[in-house]
């Protein structure tokens, strides 16, 4: 169920009349109205799949995942394959291509490049409007020839990543990937589309040390936590060590050593 929000609502709307019996369903499955007047957000259905749009003067354009086209398939082809900060960071090198736990998966961008480079991703999102936009974009994307074999490398769980991990049935991941939603104060750091409209929906994560506390119990070798260049780091247990970029950096939380 998406929680609705103080300053609007959410609703579920067609963009065309073909899709108005899929609206239905995807109304249905995240219990929201197909109709509100005072929304402030809808949830829209149509030929590209699912997407979220901010109602009301200045708001930015729609937001949905797609892995085929855009920035996705940018950084798949430029980004810089395993030479890139995410990828050293949780531990890719030669004949080394660790499981991993993307427990804040968010629009799953991040994940998609690790999938891309070859590692077995499992994707947590509690936040239902994007959960469901991540698996809108995930099912579309397994028909494409070229990204269809990364994206099965990317199974999605919903709900809450902390009881999950403090759950876990099964082998525990290798690497455990955190980036909590940081609370910003700099107005400019809002500028991205996608902050915009997913501040409201999703807030701060102020359970970041829980969430850190679980990785570390489950994960096998490391955790790595993203972090805001100049953010103070999650409190808990020090990182080792952090490897640094221009906008963000990686602490790093190890356990043991990946070996080939």
Known sequence: MVEQLADGGIRVEALTADYQALAAEWAQRLELPLSDDNAGFAVQVGADGLQIQQLGPQAPGPVRVDFVEGAAAHRRVFGGGSGQ???????????????????????????????????????????PLVAALLADGLARARSDAE???????????????????????????????????????DKSALVKK???????LVGD??????????????????????????????????????????????????????KP
């Not at 968010?106 to 947590?124: H, P, Y």
């Not at 996608?194 to 409201?200: N, Q």
């Not at 506390?213 to 070798?221: G, I, K, M």
């Open 85 to 127: 900060m995410i990828a050293k960071a949780v531990g890719i090198a030669q004949g080394v291509r660790p499981q991993v736990l993307d427990a804040t998966a968010g629009l799953g961008k991040d994940a998609f490049v690790l999938a891309s480079l070859g590692c077995q991703m499992t994707l947590i999102e509690r936040q």
């Open 147 to 185: 990204v269809g074999p990364i994206v099965a490398r990317m199974q999605l769980l919903s709900g809450n990543a902390i009881e999950h991990m403090r759950n876990w049935q099964g082998e525990p991941p290798q690497v455990i990937y955190l980036d909590p939603m940081f609370p910003h104060r």
């Open 194 to 200: 996608e902050m915009r409209v997913f501040r409201p």
């Open 205 to 258: 994560d102020l359970d970041a040390p829980a969430l850190l506390e679980a990785a570390l119990a489950l994960a096998s070798h490391r955790v790595v936590v993203k972090r805001p260049r100049k953010a103070p780091i999650i409190d808990g247990p020090k990182p080792s060590h952090s490897l640094e970029g221009k906008s963000s950096r990686y602490d790093i939380y190890p356990k043991k050593a990946l």
